[in-house]
Structures are given as structure tokens and as C-alpha cells.
């Protein structure tokens, strides 16, 4: 349930983030709050992303490279 969680909100932050960045390069003049969202939800992508695939790693078996 945590993992599902944590790739929602990467996903939420990446649709966030897009929609920030396109209206940024579309408004005239350019807005720097836009900007600011958009660095802000690549930061949250960033971090939820890795942690939902941090989570998606196998820790009780090791893997060797043999196999």
C-alpha cells in the first residue's frame, strides 16, 4: 500500500509539474511562480519516485550475479 502511494504521488507531481512548465513557456510575461511550481513538483518526482522504486526491491532474498 505504501509503494502504490508513493507512485500515485510521483504521478500526481509529474502531471503537476507539466502543467506548470507548459504554462510557463506559454504565458507572456513570463510568470516566475509557475516556474517556482515547476522546480518544486520535479523535486517532489524525484522523491517520490524513488522511494516507490526503492520499494520495489527484493530485501529478503540476496541476488547473486551467478544467477
Known amino acids: 500500500m505504501k509503494g502504490a502511494l508513493n507512485g ?5 507531481s509529474l502531471v503537476i509539474a507539466a502543467v506548470c512548465g507548459w504554462l510557463y513557456l506559454k504565458t507572456e510575461p513570463a510568470s516566475t511562480l ?3 511550481g515547476l522546480i518544486v513538483f520535479v523535486v517532489l518526482l524525484v522523491i517520490f519516485g524513488g522511494m516507490f522504486l526503492s520499494g520495489r526491491i527484493n ?4 541476488i547473486h550475479i551467478t544467477e
Open 8 to 12: 500515485l504521488l510521483a504521478l500526481i
Open 34 to 36: 509557475y516556474l517556482v
Open 59 to 62: 530485501k529478503t532474498e540476496e
